[in-house]
């Protein structure tokens, strides 16, 4: 499987399950509508739909793409790490009980671990036409 190239800081986070300062993500306070991919893959992770503001300091999400998280129990055996199923890359930990949504669970995630894509207007063609027939002509 071909995966994108990472900076250092990147392989970092992903490779090696680091974690960026808080507040210091792109991602963080980012609330355009489209999809966030994995950063190592590009598999889709997670709908802006599902994204929150938690002042946490990294992105927060309460739900993902249904089969694109695999949850592992992480190292320091108190929390759940969460990667993307797809490649194994590290995107940070789910947390539950805080009461920041409905869904009571949060997908804290490093910026570094994602790439955004941005949702597609559904541009449709339109036709106008003139009343006059010989006004709408443009000669060049």
Request: with cysteine.
């Amino acid at each position: 499987m071909k995966y994108n190239n990472l900076t250092e800081d990147e392989k970092y986070i992903i490779e090696q399950k680091g974690t960026e300062y808080p507040f210091s993500g792109i991602y963080n306070d980012f609330y355009e509508e489209g999809v966030y991919l994995c950063k190592k893959c590009n598999a889709p992770l997670y709908k802006s739909e599902d994204k929150f503001k938690s002042s946490c300091g990294w992105p927060s999400f309460d739900d993902e793409i249904v089969g694109a998280i695999k949850k592992v129990p992480d190292i320091d055996g108190r929390r759940v790490e969460i990667v993307c199923q797809k490649c194994g890359g590290h995107l940070g930990h789910i947390f539950e009980g805080e009461g920041f949504t409905s869904k009571n669970i949060r997908h804290c995630v490093n910026s570094l671990s994602l790439n955004f894509k941005l949702k597609k207007e559904n541009l449709k063609k339109a036709y106008f036409a003139a009343g006059c027939f010989w006004g709408v002509f443009n000669k060049k």
